[in-house]
């Protein structure tokens, strides 16, 4: 099977600091200043062309890091990744310009990508329409909800049909109308065989639509494996996150994080 996307060891730290006067004291003196943070651990995995694969994790897991990885926008510290082809983001806050018209990102967006006025002409009226946004597409994207400015990511990213689709819970700030019409499209681009990778809070979507599940925990990776296995344990895992108490979470939480440092350590 080709491989499209293999992800090897990554790992995200940042610094968190303690104020601002820490963070300017860290750029110009050679003293270190704040603490390593760790979104991602030493995260590996494999999708084969044409698997829809969905990150799922509680919040701060590092779902959000991983996917911006993938798609190059934000860079890991250590690790390779390496995508078989043009990898297409959609996120709620994907790289939209705000004081630009949504027109004017459609064009900015496609001829970053290398369309030219032509095909671009074609692919516009192709884009308004998805994103049912009518006369608000001549308006300013700071004027736009966040269910608005999903709708304009999602239209953009699917007409311009990329070998890989990245999608960060883009279908959860939509309504229930614009959701499944999404969903049919990725439904779609799954029978086109498509590499997907779609990042949700969802299980029951998950469900309907992923064939592998990654499962990050705090930066390390939990489980991965086939959809409907990983889901189950996840399942059952929330429901005992949701029966503890704060303290019970925090330790939880430590014990995670103690185990995923002793593994750095071994490593470097
Ligand atoms: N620029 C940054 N500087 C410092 N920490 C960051 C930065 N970006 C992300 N993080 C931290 O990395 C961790 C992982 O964040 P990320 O957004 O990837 O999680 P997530 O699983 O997508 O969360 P959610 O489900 O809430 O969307 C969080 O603890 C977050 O605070």
Request: neutral net charge; hydrophobic residues 40%.
């Given at each position: 099977m080709e491989k499209a996307i293999v992800v090897k060891n990554v790992t995200k730290k940042y610094k968190l600091y303690n104020g601002n006067k820490e963070r300017i004291l860290d750029l110009i003196t050679p003293k270190n200043y704040g603490e390593d943070f760790y979104?991602?651990?030493?995260?590996?995995f494999e999708a084969?062309?044409?698997?829809?694969?969905?990150?799922?994790g509680i919040n701060g897991s590092g779902k959000s890091t991983l996917s911006n990885i993938i798609a190059g926008i934000v860079p890991q510290t250590t690790g390779t990744v390496e995508v078989n082809g043009e990898a297409s983001l959609i996120a709620v806050s994907a790289?939209?310009?705000n004081d630009l018209t949504g027109r004017d990102n459609i064009e900015l967006k496609c001829l970053m990508l290398g369309f030219n006025k032509k095909e671009i002409e074609k692919l516009e009226p192709e884009i308004i329409e998805f994103s049912e946004l009518g006369k608000f597409i001549d308006q300013p994207v700071k004027s736009y909800s966040s269910g608005m400015k999903s709708r304009l990511g999602f239209a953009i990213s699917v007409s311009i049909n990329p070998n890989i689709l990245i999608i960060d819970e883009a279908l959860s700030v939509g309504d229930k109308a614009f959701a499944a019409k999404s969903l049919e499209k990725m439904k779609e681009f799954k029978r086109m065989g498509k590499t997907m990778i779609f990042v949700s809070h969802s299980i029951s979507q998950m469900k309907q639509f992923c064939d592998k599940v990654l499962w990050l925990e705090f930066g390390t990776v939990k489980e991965y494996g086939p959809a409907s296995e990983v889901l189950?344990?996840?399942?059952?895992?929330i429901k005992r996150w949701k029966g503890m108490s704060a303290k019970e979470r925090e330790d939880y939480k430590a014990s995670v994080v103690e185990k995923q440092r002793e593994l750095l350590t071994i490593k470097s």
């Open positions: 979104a991602l651990s030493n995260v590996s084969e062309k044409g698997d829809v694969v969905g990150f799922i790289g939209l310009k189950k344990k996840y399942d059952e895992f």
